[in-house]
C-alpha cells in the first residue's frame, strides 16, 4: 500500500488562523483541520499591533498535533493577510513591532507620499489601489515616527515571510504578497525605484522576490526538536488572497471571482496589468498571481462590518483599549442570529433599505460600527436603521450593491461580458449575502468551497510535489470535490 501523502496549509486570517492538512483519496481532495486559534490585535507603544508571539506559538501547536495524529506533512506553506510587515536586523530578531493595518498611523502621512509622487505615476508603476493602510504608506509612517528603526534593519518581511524564517531559516519575499505593498512594479515583478524612494525606506533591505512554489527548505533544527518531524517549507501564494483566486473553480473565462472574508476581494485573472486612468479613478487594483498571473480586483470593506456589529452586539472590543465596550443586548449574537434579523426586517419592509459606500474609510476601524453606520444614513438623509434586523439589512444591502457596481466597472475596464460570480472563503456559507448578490448582480452565483484559501494553498504544494500536473487539473479535482451551491436571480 503506497503511504498517505500529507500536506499542510497554515491559513492566517486577520481574525482567526487554522492548519488545515490535506491529501488526495480516491481521487478526491480531502481536509482535515488540525488546529484553530483566534488573531486578534493588542496594543503595543500606542499602536494597534498583531501578537506575533502568539501566532507564531499556535504555529508550533499545529505542527504538533500534526505529530500527535500520525499525519506528518511531506510539506507546509504559510499564508496571510496583506501589506503588513516586520523588520529584522543582522541577528534576525525582530525590530519594533507587527503594527496592523488598522492603526491609524499612517493618516498624517498618507497625504504627504502622494504629493511627493503622483498618484498617476505611482499607479503606474505598481498598479495597485490606493489604500490608506498601503505598506508604502506605513513605512512612511515608520520613518517619521521611528528612522532609527529603519537604520538598523537589514530585512524587510512580509508577515508570512517573516513566519516563514521562523520555521525554515530562510529569508525570502514572495510576490503575491509583496505586490500589495504599493512597492512593485507591475511589469518587472521587482521592487520600484519611484515606490521605495516615496516611502522612505533604504533599497538595501529588500530582497529578491520569489515565486508560488518555490522551496525554502526544511524546518530549523530548533523547529524540527520542537515539533518532533522534519518537513519541506514552501512558498504558496502567501497573500491569502492569492491563494483563494487559485482555488476558484471556475467554468469558463467569464466569471468572476469573490473571495468573501473580512475583505471582500471581488475580480478576475488577468494576463497582464492594467494601469489606465479610468482603472485608477475607479480604484482597481493588479495583484500579482500565481504563474505571474495578475488579479484584477477591488477591494471592498466586506465581512468586517457585519464582524464589527456582532462584536459591538455582544460587547466584545475588536482591539484592546478601543471600541465602545458597550452590550446593546441581553443575548450572545451569533452570525445566523444576525442573518435571521436582516430577513425578518426584509420580509416586513415597506420601502427599499438605506444603502451607506461600504467603502468609506469611515468604517475601517470606528470606535462603535453601529453608529457609524447610522450617523452615515442620517448625513445622506436617509430612514436611520433602528433595530438590529434594519441595520443588517442595510449593510448587505450596501455590500451586494458594491459587488453589482464593481462587476459593471470591471466590464467597462476589460471589455468582458461576465456571465457568473464564483464566491470562495467563509462568507460563502451566508445564503442570504449570496442571494441577494445574485439579485442585484443579475448574474447566477457559484458558492463554494468555504476553505478556499487553505485549498489554493495545498494545490501550490501538490503541484510542486507532481500530484497534480498544472493549475487546471487542480482546480477540476476541487471541482469534483466539494459541493457547490448556485444560487440564481430572482
Known amino acids: 500500500m503506497t503511504e498517505?501523502?500529507?500536506?499542510?496549509?497554515?491559513?492566517?486570517?486577520?481574525?482567526?488562523?487554522?492548519?488545515?492538512?490535506?491529501?488526495v483519496e480516491d481521487g478526491r481532495i480531502v481536509l482535515e483541520e488540525m488546529h484553530r486559534f483566534d488573531n486578534t490585535q493588542v496594543r503595543m507603544r500606542g499602536h494597534d499591533c498583531w501578537d506575533i508571539d502568539m501566532i507564531w506559538e499556535n504555529i508550533l501547536i499545529g505542527l504538533e498535533k500534526c505529530?500527535?495524529?500520525?499525519?506528518?506533512?511531506?510539506?507546509?506553506?504559510?499564508?496571510?493577510?496583506?501589506?503588513?510587515?516586520?523588520l529584522v536586523d543582522g541577528e534576525g530578531n525582530r525590530v519594533g513591532d507587527a503594527v496592523a493595518y488598522r492603526d491609524s498611523r499612517t493618516q498624517q502621512v498618507a497625504g504627504k507620499v502622494d504629493r511627493a509622487v503622483g498618484l498617476d505615476a505611482l499607479y503606474r508603476a505598481t498598479g495597485i489601489q490606493r489604500q490608506p493602510f498601503n505598506t508604502i504608506y506605513q513605512l512612511a509612517a515608520l520613518a517619521s515616527e521611528h528612522p532609527e528603526e529603519?537604520?538598523?534593519?537589514?530585512?524587510?518581511?512580509?508577515?508570512?515571510e517573516y513566519l516563514n524564517y521562523l520555521l525554515s531559516g530562510v529569508?525570502?519575499?514572495?510576490?503575491?504578497?509583496a505586490t500589495t505593498?504599493?512597492?512593485?512594479?507591475?511589469?518587472?515583478?521587482?521592487?520600484?525605484?519611484l515606490a521605495l524612494e516615496a516611502a522612505g525606506a533604504p533599497a538595501r533591505i529588500f530582497g529578491e522576490v520569489a515565486m508560488p512554489g518555490t522551496v525554502l527548505g526544511n524546518l530549523s533544527p530548533e523547529v524540527r526538536e520542537r515539533v518532533g518531524f522534519d518537513t519541506q517549507v514552501v512558498l504558496p501564494a502567501t497573500h491569502d488572497t492569492g491563494s483563494a483566486f487559485l482555488a476558484v473553480p471556475a467554468r469558463d473565462d467569464n466569471a468572476v471571482?469573490?473571495?468573501?472574508?473580512?475583505?471582500?476581494?471581488?475580480?478576475?485573472?488577468?494576463e497582464g496589468p492594467i494601469t489606465s486612468d479610468a482603472s485608477r479613478f475607479q480604484n482597481f487594483t493588479n495583484e500579482g498571481g500565481y504563474l505571474k498571473r495578475y488579479r484584477f480586483l477591488k477591494n471592498i470593506m466586506g465581512l468586517w462590518m457585519i464582524q464589527s456589529i456582532r462584536r459591538e452586539l455582544n460587547g466584545v472590543d475588536y482591539?484592546?483599549?478601543?471600541?465602545?465596550?458597550?452590550?446593546?443586548?441581553?443575548?450572545?449574537?451569533?452570525?445566523?442570529?444576525?442573518?435571521?434579523?436582516?430577513?425578518?426586517?426584509?420580509?416586513s419592509a415597506c420601502g427599499p433599505s438605506p444603502y451607506v459606500n461600504v467603502n468609506d474609510d469611515r468604517f475601517l476601524s470606528p470606535v462603535s460600527m453601529i453608529d457609524e453606520i447610522r450617523q452615515a444614513c442620517r448625513e445622506t438623509g436617509q430612514s436611520v436603521p433602528a433595530g438590529v434586523g434594519e441595520l443588517m439589512r442595510c449593510v448587505y444591502t450596501s455590500l451586494t450593491g458594491c459587488y453589482a457596481d464593481s462587476i459593471a466597472e470591471l466590464s467597462a475596464l476589460t471589455g468582458r461580458t461576465y456571465t457568473s460570480i464564483n464566491i470562495v472563503g467563509g462568507g460563502c456559507q451566508d445564503a442570504y449575502l449570496n442571494q441577494m448578490t445574485a439579485n442585484a448582480c443579475g448574474l447566477p452565483v457559484y458558492a463554494g468551497p468555504i476553505e478556499g484559501t487553505s485549498l489554493g494553498n495545498l494545490v501550490v504544494q501538490m503541484i510542486g510535489d507532481g500530484r497534480y500536473g498544472s493549475l487546471q487539473?487542480?482546480?477540476?479535482?476541487?471541482?469534483?470535490?466539494?459541493?457547490?451551491?448556485?444560487?440564481?436571480?430572482?
Open 4 to 23: 498517505q501523502r500529507y500536506y499542510l496549509a497554515i491559513d492566517i486570517g486577520a481574525s482567526s488562523g487554522r492548519h488545515v492538512l490535506g491529501h
Open 67 to 86: 505529530a500527535s495524529a500520525g499525519k506528518i506533512p511531506v510539506s507546509v506553506g504559510i499564508d496571510t493577510w496583506g501589506v503588513d510587515f516586520v
Open 150 to 160: 529603519l537604520l538598523s534593519a537589514e530585512r524587510f518581511l512580509m508577515v508570512p
Open 171 to 177: 529569508m525570502m519575499n514572495e510576490y503575491t504578497n
Open 181 to 193: 505593498t504599493n512597492l512593485i512594479n507591475a511589469r518587472t515583478c521587482t521592487w520600484d525605484d
Open 257 to 270: 471571482y469573490l473571495s468573501s472574508g473580512t475583505w471582500s476581494l471581488l475580480g478576475v485573472e488577468n
Open 319 to 347: 482591539v484592546a483599549g478601543s471600541g465602545s465596550g458597550r452590550n446593546r443586548a441581553d443575548r450572545e449574537w451569533g452570525f445566523g442570529d444576525l442573518i435571521v434579523a436582516a430577513r425578518e426586517a426584509d420580509a
Open 473 to 490: 487539473e487542480a482546480r477540476d479535482a476541487i471541482r469534483d470535490s466539494f459541493d457547490i451551491e448556485v444560487y440564481q436571480p430572482e
